[in-house]
């Protein structure tokens, strides 16, 4: 299998990086193709531009967006790492969605509504805040994310929602036995969800 693990931090020694970077080899280490896009790093432009709307005359992917639909093709399927800013994904992946995801490769139009066009792929979701786990599971806030973005997105896409992993208490002097066991709980998941997997030859 081939996996897009998909990093939308600003800076890559945080605790969302050294997530991203273990999930990948999680999925390395488990014979499979694992591409880490960091967002950040690569520079990722996530304003929607007028001349790439779908209604526009001219319409066109940019060429950043030809580049990461191409990195994508191939994916079975897309791991989102990302912090809660405003109990919501932030600004960059937002626009990443909008961008990549959108007309002519996530789906395309079919009558009143859309047609999917990433059938038989999975999503999977790992994010992290600030305020306690057990906090944010009591307000709701990550299952209205889960109903508002992931469901949303998948839906629109056709991508299967495999799970939305949430890290709790991720502070600035968080301890190194807190940072090492949420990094098992990524490697389980990674294993959990993929280690029955054909490897990819």
């Keep these: 299998m081939r996996h897009a693990v998909i990093l939308a931090h600003p800076d890559p ?8 970077r273990t999930f990948a080899q999680a999925l390395t280490d488990l014979g499979q193709v694992a591409d880490l896009r960091d967002l950040y790093a690569m520079d990722f432009d ?4 007028a001349s790439e709307l779908p209604w526009s005359p001219s319409s066109r992917p940019g060429d950043d967006v030809v580049v990461e639909r191409a990195a994508l093709a191939e994916t ?18 937002k626009g990443y969605v909008e961008r990549v995801l959108g007309m002519g490769f996530g789906y395309e139009s079919a009558g009143p509504g859309v047609r999917p066009l ?3 792929r999975s999503l999977v979701s790992i994010s992290t805040s ?21 469901e949303h997105v998948a839906a629109v896409c056709g991508l299967a929602v495999l799970e939305h ?3 709790g208490g991720v ?3 968080i301890r190194p036995d807190a940072v090492e066991r949420m990094l098992g709980e990524v490697k389980a998941l990674a294993k959990r969800l993929f280690g029955a997997s054909p490897a990819v030859g």
């Design 13 to 20: 020694a945080s605790l969302n990086g050294q997530i991203a």
């Design 46 to 49: 996530p304003r929607l531009k």
């Design 76 to 93: 079975t399927s897309l791991v989102f790492v990302y912090p809660l800013w405003f109990n919501a994904p932030p600004a960059m992946l």
């Design 118 to 120: 990433l059938a038989g």
């Design 130 to 150: 600030g305020a306690p786990g057990e906090w944010v599971d009591q307000t709701g806030a990550v299952e209205r994310l889960r109903i508002a973005f992931d």
């Design 165 to 167: 992993l949430h890290l």
């Design 171 to 173: 502070t600035p002097g």
